[in-house]
């Protein structure tokens, strides 16, 4: 059985993600995929390079399946992060959150990509038409409630 | 004392190098170690607000004291998804 959470440089396979997921007593599964986007801001992407603090993106994607469980106590997660060059269309991350009924499988989901854009240590690199830049989103910090909080309320809206 | 740094992403491409020995005297706190990286590369000082760290690959504090042997990280604004 695939681990719940991965830092991996392989090809994501979301069914292989799911089948991580005990799905006694489950009703629905939310399935999110990230993909390489063709643009951003303007500029043609050509193609991403995805690089991460593994030991700690791991310890990252651990504790936001703790804090969703806290929050959603049903709600199983599974998130696998992809790293290294990435062509537009490649998943770069998928989550699936299997819950009884699914409203939490929904909120829970969008709760953990909030997080990851918060907490886990990755980073992509752009390779644009005309050049390339690293691109630079939230300073990482799990304990800032105030990130957490906005997080939750996005996931909740 | 000896530390291993490790740099990420643009703090990579400033420093040159993702992985750097460095020595810090002891008693020395992680801000310290970041001042020592910005003597030698003053390009990083735009990050001194914005980045995180961690010491043994778990998120610390600026003011977390350093011993012999840790692998102090510092990690600019995240941007994975």
């Known amino acids: 059985m695939p681990p719940l959470t991965a830092i991996t440089t392989a090809r994501l396979d979301q069914d292989a993600i799911v089948s991580a997921l005990d799905t006694t007593g489950i009703g629905a599964v ?12 303007g500029r043609r992407v050509l193609h991403l390079e995805y690089e ?12 936001i399946v703790t804090e969703a469980f806290a929050k959603w106590p049903a709600v199983r997660l599974a998130m696998h992060h992809r790293i290294g060059r990435m062509e537009i269309g490649d998943a770069s991350v998928v989550i699936a959150a299997a819950s009884p009924h699914r409203a939490d499988a929904f909120a829970a989901s969008r709760y953990a990509i909030e997080r990851i ?4 240590p990755i980073w992509k690199h752009e ?31 | 004392m000896r530390v291993t740094v490790r740099l990420f992403a643009r703090l990579r491409d400033i420093a040159g190098n993702g992985e750097l020995t460095r020595e810090a005297p002891a008693g020395a706190d992680v801000h310290a170690v970041w001042a020592s990286l910005v003597a030698d ?11 995180s760290c961690a010491v043994n690959a778990d998120y610390s504090r600026f003011s977390a004291a350093v011993a012999e042997g840790d692998e102090i990280a510092f990690l600019p604004p995240v941007s994975g998804g």
């Open chain 2, 41 to 51: 590369y003053p390009e990083l000082s735009a990050y001194e607000k914005s980045i």
């Open chain 1, 30 to 41: 939310s399935v999110f995929l990230g993909l390489v986007r063709d643009h951003n801001k």
């Open chain 1, 117 to 120: 854009k918060q907490i886990v």
């Open chain 1, 127 to 157: 390779y644009f038409e005309g050049g390339d830049v690293w691109i630079e989103g939230a300073t990482a910090d799990p304990d800032n409630a105030v990130a957490r909080e906005e997080a939750l309320r996005i996931a909740c809206a």
């Open chain 1, 52 to 63: 991460a603090y593994e030991p700690l993106a791991l310890r990252g994607l651990d504790l």
